[in-house]
């Protein structure tokens, strides 16, 4: 259970890094509206880019407080909870701008994985 445990951890603050820092200037399937860019997705959401880089700040320190949690446990609760507020919050903006359900996919998996790591936090606190 504890390899799983890790392996969503790394898996979330792995592609939180990828998204946030190696791929925000890309063109996906998932971009909201008609971006081509993170950045014109929260356009296209109405938010502006204050925003923009105020929500990239927190997810990329919540990435960093999951990793950093696989050697200090207490940092992985706050960090996944904060993930999956933010994950939640990216499901709502694509509904809001009334996207195609699958563009919701990548944020839905991620939530899932979140609440996973949330579940899985309980037990490996408990051995």
């Known amino acids: 259970m504890i390899w799983l445990y890790r392996l969503l951890i790394v898996l979330v603050s792995g592609t939180v890094f990828n998204v946030w820092l190696l791929r925000l200037g890309n063109a996906t399937p998932y971009r909201g509206g008609t971006a081509s860019t993170l950045q014109e997705e929260f356009l296209a959401y109405g938010l502006n ?31 996944a909870q904060i993930i999956a507020v933010l994950m939640l919050g990216a499901i709502a903006m694509h509904l809001k701008i009334a996207d195609p359900i699958e563009r919701s996919l990548p944020a839905l998996a991620m939530l899932s994985m979140c609440v996973g790591i949330l579940r899985l936090n309980k037990l490996t606190q408990s051995i």
């Open 49 to 79: 880019d204050t925003v923009f880089y105020l929500i990239g700040g927190v997810k990329l320190l919540a990435a960093l407080g999951l990793f950093i949690g696989l050697k200090v446990p207490k940092t992985v609760k706050p960090s």
